[in-house]
T-cell receptor, first 115, second 114 residues
Framework: GAVVSQHPSWVICKSGTSVKIECRSL??????MFWYRQFPKQSLMLMAT?????????EQGVEKDKFLINHASLTLSTLTVTSAHPEDSSFYIC???????????FGPGTRLLVL | AQSVTQLDSHVSVSEGTPVLLRCNYS??????LFWYVQHPNKGLQLLLK??????LVKGINGFEAEFKKSETSFHLTKPSAHMSDAAEYFC????????????FGTGTRLKVLA
């Protein structure tokens, strides 16, 4: 149980284009989902907290217009990297918490490469 | 404020020998603590969690951790390392308020030698 999927697992795009990453909780409902970014050989950096039916809460220093988050249902959150640039290349990981629980279950991650 | 410190960035053990990954935390209240494992280019998998029940927590794949309040520690152990244990391990403390954001340690890379 408590499986989280991400799609796509890999994406390569040209600079200036937008990329959407999906995060789904497959066997539970998640009121809250989290989006992280991980640089090589580093820990995870929280970008934003996504709450179903309301606006996402962004961490300090994260541009909300650059990283658009939508949490339209209890099983799906999306992260859109708008006008991507090479510096946005990274490993993006989402997590989801079953409603009312504090344990986060992580997706397998999405590797983004912007050329 | 809460924080978590992983004392070793790299640990090397021989296959079949014990594993000890150290984690210390700081919290003004009784925390929830977690250990996650990350294999290369993968997401994080929950190994075990402490949520104020038994202080000795057993997890998956033979791992366990002991919550020691007096030492503010939550070290991860395994009696006998396997090659497949080679990965990055993260100690995490959860904030108790609001949306239960995680505070991550910097990670410990475990290498298992044949």
């Amino acid at each position: 149980g408590a499986v989280v999927s991400q799609h796509p697992s890999w994406v390569i795009c040209k600079s200036g284009t937008s990329v959407k990453i999906e995060c789904r909780s497959l066997d539970f409902q998640a009121t809250t989902m989290f989006w992280y970014r991980q640089f090589p050989k580093q820990s995870l950096m929280l970008m934003a907290t996504s709450n179903e039916g309301s606006k996402a809460t962004y961490e300090q220093g994260v541009e909300k217009d650059k990283f658009l988050i939508n949490h339209a249902s209890l099983t799906l959150s999306t992260l859109t990297v708008t006008s991507a640039h090479p510096e946005d290349s990274s490993f993006y990981i989402c997590s989801a918490s079953p409603s009312g629980q504090e344990t986060q279950y992580f997706g397998p991650g999405t590797r983004l490469l912007v050329l | 404020a809460q924080s978590v410190t992983q004392l070793d960035s790299h640990v090397s053990v021989s296959e079949g020998t014990p594993v000890l990954l150290r984690c210390n935390y700081s919290s003004s209240y009784s925390p929830s603590l977690f250990w996650y494992v990350q294999h290369p280019n993968k997401g994080l998998q929950l190994l075990l969690k402490y949520t104020s029940a038994a202080t000795l927590v057993k997890g998956i794949n033979g791992f366990e951790a002991e919550f020691k309040k007096s030492e503010t520690s939550f070290h991860l152990t395994k009696p006998s390392a396997h090659m497949s244990d080679a990965a990055e391990y993260f100690c995490v403390v959860s904030r108790a308020s609001g949306t239960y954001k995680y505070i991550f340690g910097t990670g410990t890379r475990l290498k298992v030698l044949a």
